[in-house]
């Protein structure tokens, strides 16, 4: 007789199977015609400047920034919201109140993405691309600490901003530093103990310089007039990545917290 998967196996098979399209995505980089245009145009010190640009917006955000951008949400209703959302999975145990928690929390990085894209647009087209570097990071951070309140984790503890670094290498790197950085969030899931060896400063240096290779060709453009608005647009795509990384690791995070998590 075949016995029927519960709710929380049904939705776990389906985070599976996203999870490994998102790696499958991420196991090798095509060199664009757009990129192999530029490559000889970009200044030499230009990834050096981005790799510190990111590296300051980082400690600036984990420093005083995180007050800041909980002040553009209302943080204790989305606590309360999950609370609700999670008890309802615990006494209901169906698979609907589990798609709706997975939904609203997949709606947490939408107007941020599409608030980051408008300003990387907007300063694109008049030729900025360094400057937004901070902008973007903001949109970028506020995007994964309302997914964590979705699914009713903090974001504060320096060993949560170890992992949500580590969540952004995961979402933007290729090839074996994807899977290095994608094995390490995992580790996290099973022993929150996992990244107590490691460096706050030496991920935020490793996040910062990763961004900065990825961005590099993008924020070059984006610093031309008018034609940076294409640059500019790429910051929709790479909020895109990172966000939605960030809503299946924190859901993956979230199923774990079951006891049929173990039974799949």
């Given amino acids: 007789m075949i016995k029927r998967k519960t709710p929380i196996q049904k939705e776990m098979l389906l985070l599976k199977k996203q999870e490994q399209r998102f790696l499958e995505r991420h ?8 990129n192999r245009f530029l490559e000889d145009k970009i200044p030499d010190k230009l990834q050096e400047t981005l790799e510190k640009v990111f590296s300051n917006a980082f400690k600036l955000i984990f420093i005083k ?102 969540l952004i290498q995961g979402a933007t ?15 996290y899931l099973m022993d929150e103990k996992a990244l107590d060896g490691c460096s706050l400063d030496k991920i935020i240096e490793e996040t910062a310089g990763l961004l900065s290779k990825e961005l590099l060709y993008m924020k070059f453009l984006q610093g031309i007039p008018v034609v940076g608005v294409a640059g500019g647009a790429f910051d929709v795509k790479y909020m895109k990545e990172i966000t939605a990384y960030a809503e299946l690791k924190y859901r993956k995070r979230y199923y774990r917290s079951f006891a049929e998590y173990d039974k799949i």
């Fill in 65 to 166: 920034g995180v007050s800041i951008i909980e002040k553009t949400y209302k943080k204790e209703e989305m606590e309360k919201d999950f609370k609700i959302h999670d008890y309802a999975n615990q006494i209901k145990n169906d698979r609907k109140s589990l798609k709706t928690m997975r939904k609203q929390a997949g709606s947490a990085g939408k107007w941020n993405t599409a608030a980051s894209g408008a300003a990387g647009i907007g300063m694109g087209l008049i030729g900025v691309g360094i400057p937004d570097i901070p902008v973007f990071t903001g949109f970028l951070f506020r995007s994964i600490y309302q997914t964590a309140l979705k699914y009713g984790y903090s974001y504060d503890t320096e060993t949560e901003k170890k992992w949500i670094l580590l």
């Fill in 173 to 187: 790197a290729y090839g074996e530093e994807q899977k290095k950085a994608n094995e390490m969030v995992d580790a």
């Fill in 27 to 34: 196991q090798e980089k095509e060199n664009s015609r757009l």
